[in-house]
């Protein structure tokens, strides 16, 4: 699952900064496809891979609040982000068994 680009005008650094977000997760949703291929677990190989990204966080904050609300307005970036992916079925059932 991509990240989809949203149209508006950026300033010049808005729009590096927005070209880089956007390349690193590219970059990532073809980690986690490569993932996949090699057959890894899902659980481990997410958690291996958000440990890393999440302690590479904190390493490179100038404090931990800091790297909290970053990592809390990536949380609430990627639930709004998920919520257009939910597929829902075709046909609803009219009666559960």
């Known amino acids: ?18 070209d880089h977000f956007f390349d690193a997760a590219e970059c990532t949703a073809d980690l986690l496809a490569e993932f996949d291929q090699r057959g890894l677990e899902k659980g481990p190989a997410l958690g291996g891979a958000l440990t890393q990204i999440i302690t590479h966080l904190i390493a490179v904050s100038p404090d931990t609040p800091s790297a909290m609300g970053l990592l809390s307005s990536c949380i ?19 009666h559960i068994h």
């Open 1 to 18: 699952m991509k990240l989809k680009k949203h149209g508006n005008e950026y300033s010049p650094a808005e729009e590096i900064a927005k």
């Open 76 to 94: 609430a970036n990627a639930a709004q982000h998920a919520e257009s992916f939910v597929e829902v079925p075709e046909e609803t059932p009219t």
